[in-house]
């Protein structure tokens, strides 16, 4: 008894070796095969993304573009990165001013639907391109998103969801597939 509390006392005292480490993304190399991309977070909300060559760092962005579990392809410039969210948060449905009228439902995708997957970056941090669920599926496409309570998953490859995995091409072009849909490219 004496033995197994003292465990549990040195457990909460020693700091936590797991807590302090970084966590490092899979680094993905550009099609050219001259740079790699990877999201490393330090700590809680404490990210950098790093771009780096062979010879060592190349730039650093020091945001949470995302986290370690993301997708990120870079160019072969190593001037810009797509960031791929295969876990997305569900978007906010918009507030409908209160009628004595019952309004009628609106028409088009829902709110959810509406949030972007996938953003391309620059070297400064600067957002450069974005695209949304609703450009790459329809409205009868939408039902084949995974539903989860907060947010849902649409990528296949990923997370479970069977399928090809999105992979960057020799044209230095990213392909994916949503789910429910056909093969969509995003280029630098």
């Known amino acids: ?17 797991a807590l302090a ?3 490092r993304g899979r680094a993905r190399v550009s099609a050219n095969g001259l740079y790699s991309v990877r999201m490393v977070e330090a700590a809680q909300d404490q990210c950098r993304l790093e771009v780096t060559q062979e010879s060592g760092p190349v730039w650093t962005l020091k ?5 370690v579990d993301d997708l990120y392809f870079v160019s072969n ?4 990165v797509w ?4 876990l997305v948060e569900k978007g906010k449905a918009v507030a409908e001013p209160r009628t004595k009228k019952k309004a009628k439902k609106p028409k088009g995708p829902p709110a959810w639907a509406r949030v972007v997957v996938a953003a391309q970056y620059g ?7 974005e695209k949304r669920l609703t450009e790459w599926l329809n409205t009868r496409q939408l039902s084949e998103v995974r539903q989860l309570t907060h947010h849902f998953k649409w990528l296949e ?5 069977p399928g090809k995995g999105p992979r960057l091409t020799d044209a230095g ?8 849909g056909t093969t969509r490219q995003l280029t630098f």
């Open 77 to 80: 410039d190593g001037e810009r």
């Open 21 to 23: 480490e970084e966590r």
């Open 63 to 67: 945001e949470c573009l995302g986290t």
């Open 157 to 161: 490859g990923t997370l479970g969801i």
């Open 173 to 180: 072009v990213v392909e994916l597939e949503p789910v429910g």
């Open 123 to 129: 070297r400064d941090g600067q957002r450069l391109q």
């Open 83 to 86: 960031v791929v969210w295969p």
């Open 1 to 17: 008894m004496r033995r197994a509390a003292l465990a549990l006392v040195l457990m909460f005292l020693a700091p936590s070796s």
